[in-house]
């Protein structure tokens, strides 16, 4: 049963971390590339980055979970743990905080796009400010997977 949470473990941090760089670095510049349509390449993303959230606190939880089990009262004494917990706490800020401001703003400024309306200095603010949080946290993730094993030692 060892093995197999072990296994979990990488795996989990595999498919987050990966999810991050591919969805942020890969597919939603090649939607904004491709798709002659910058609203539907930025609803298309969004949606994108949503899952990825959702996966991110998802997997946060069991990686905290099995971290743990495995070391009880001492992992907060491992950088990996507080690697976890910080990541986690990003994707939630963007999740609960962020994401549902920039969707206000969106509907706020119908019946135009938000781009085109008085709040378009507002919503490139929030998206800066998430777009900054998710580079953050990309490089986080990289930092997970270099420290991945300490988690297992």
């Known amino acids: 049963m060892r093995k197999i949470a072990e296994a979990l473990y990488m795996s989990c941090i595999t498919l987050w971390v990966g999810g991050l760089w591919a969805i942020g670095y890969l597919a939603a510049p090649v939607l904004f590339a491709s798709l002659g ?7 298309v993303a969004g949606k994108l980055f949503a899952l ?30 507080w690697l976890v917990i910080l990541m986690a706490l990003m994707v ?12 206000q703003l969106k509907a706020d400024a119908l019946p135009r ?6 709040l378009r200095d507002r919503f490139a603010a929030w998206h800066g400010i ?24």
Do not use: C, H, N
């Open 113 to 118: 796009e938000v781009m085109e309306s008085v």
């Open 92 to 103: 939630a800020a963007s999740q609960f905080g962020i994401q549902p401001l920039m969707a």
């Open 52 to 81: 990825i959230g959702w996966l991110g606190l998802g997997v946060a939880a069991y990686l905290a979970i099995f971290l743990i089990t495995r070391w009880g009262g001492q992992v907060f004494k491992r950088a990996v743990f």
């Open 130 to 153: 998430s777009s900054i949080l998710y580079m953050v946290q990309s490089l986080l993730g990289l930092w997970l997977v270099v420290w991945s094993g300490r988690g297992l030692r």
């Open 37 to 43: 349509d910058r609203q539907l390449a930025g609803i």
